[in-house]
């Protein structure tokens, strides 16, 4: 008895077994194929042989599906008080459980209307045409959001929405799975009110931590915990620090491990700000790529930012940053152009920093007196909405106030006091708006006429923020 044939209760039906059949004559040749005599193919042949078992791969994935979605119907995976799961690794112990936690989320909706457009992309392999199909890891993530948003989400909107990611995601050329899971989470805060995206976000930033604890051979062990606004700013710090270089005098190379050199340009961003002499600004913090869309960045449209490590931060987070950090704001048009790609010129320079210290002192939020290095420039009337970087339009906000400031959009002025210039801030939600949108009139009732000698008009400028 060949090694195919073993316990297959099968064996003696009469007529066709579908998949049944195939899969036996496909592990029978498969396992005969001699991989001990691959030295004998040609280049050519070698390549091929790696593309085909690429699609047989995917095939095999695909029956899966269908099979596992027939074991459903047939309530096959209930018996003896196992989960599905459990059912098919205990049936299949040789699948990978990656492999079949997939293949399982997928069958699970192979009955579903609204879904049936994801499982057929799934299982469209089964017929060799993987060209335009999903693979089942890919499927698996689009059910998975789905189903996880459906209570919330309008049913028409969801299902747009999901048809378009599966024309993104499907072929050879489609989104990657770590590219999917970027965008589901971006359609998933899309699908959600602003308030409750900041809101969680803001829960994010508060679950920060850095834990200390023992590690191997005498060493110390520490776990950073960090929201995406953390990461993104901890990533473009450490990783413009952490390239491999060689020895200055003898240029040897680089041996380090990467989580070595991650390691000491971490321990070099920390000795560089430890050793700063007294009253050194803190601009700028670090260099971070933001890619966000004109009409997000202004308001216009809901949206987020995206950094290189595929963090998602939301448009006050970006706003936020574009005050204080060596933030470089890519802003793209409404066909993905490049508008402007920002500078980080656009900063406080050291000199306005500690004229701002000598003018404001501490935080100017009303009632906090944190000192004044401990905040952060922040301009009254936003960099992204035509803000100029003087100390005219500047005040000091610590981390805390400056995000209650961008989350509220509340409107700061400065303001003659008995002892000099002061900031005042109104604190009514919404008031920031209301000074842009006063601002924006003035700026239209003061702009120059058009060019009589044009006919049509003097065109006008391309909107960009300003540098």
Known sequence: MSTADEGFAWRG?????????????????????????????????????????????????????????????????????????DWARAVAPDLPQRTVLAADAVAECADEPRLAAVVGAATSACSGETASSLPV?????????????????????????????????????????????????????????????????????????????????????????????????????????????????????????????????????????????????????????????????????????LTFGDDLLTTDTVRRLACDAEAVPVVLGSHGEVLDQGRAMRLFTRGQVRHLWLRDRHCTFPGCSKPARWTDAHHLVHWADGGATDVGNAALLCRAHHTVVHRQRYAGS???????????????????????????RTRIRMAPPADPADPDGAAPPRPRPCP
């Not at 899969?23 to 280049?43: G, K, Y």
């Not at 085909?52 to 119907?73: I, N």
């Not at 809101?199 to 950073?224: F, I, M, Q, W």
């Open 13 to 85: 039906a009469t007529g066709p077994r579908p998949v049944l059949a195939a899969t036996v004559a496909a592990l029978e040749a498969m396992t005969s194929s001699s991989p001990e005599r691959l030295w004998a193919l040609d280049e050519g042949e070698v390549t091929a042989a790696l593309q085909l078992l690429g699609r047989l791969s995917a095939c095999v994935d695909a029956h899966l599906v269908s099979v596992l979605a027939e074991a459903k119907r047939r309530s096959l995976d209930k018996g003896d008080g196992w989960g599905p799961v």
């Open 137 to 305: 890891a890919k499927a698996a993530q689009l059910v998975r959001f789905h189903r996880s948003v459906r209570g919330l989400a309008d049913p028409t909107q969801l299902d747009d929405l999901t048809g378009f990611l599966l024309e993104s995601a499907r072929g050879r050329g489609g989104l990657s799975e770590s590219d999917l899971a970027v965008a589901l989470r971006h359609t998933g805060n899309e699908l959600r009110s602003d308030r409750l995206v900041e809101n969680e976000a803001d829960v994010r930033r508060a679950h920060r931590s850095l834990v200390k604890g023992k590690g191997p051979c005498g060493l110390a062990r520490y776990t950073l915990l960090l929201d995406d606004e953390g990461a993104a700013v901890v990533d473009a710090a450490v990783d413009a620090l952490a390239k491999p270089s060689r020895d200055e005098e003898t240029g040897e190379l680089d041996l380090r491990t990467p989580a070595t050199r991650r390691a000491d340009a971490l321990l070099d961003l920390v000795h560089r700000a430890a050793e700063a002499p007294e009253g050194v600004p803190r601009q700028a913090k670090t260099s971070l790529v933001v890619t966000i869309g004109l009409d997000v960045l202004t308001r216009r449209c809901r949206g987020a930012g």
């Open 414 to 440: 400065l303001v003659e006091g008995d002892h000099g210039p002061v900031v005042r801030w109104q604190l009514v939600p919404g008031s920031y708006d209301d000074l842009v949108e006063a601002l924006r």
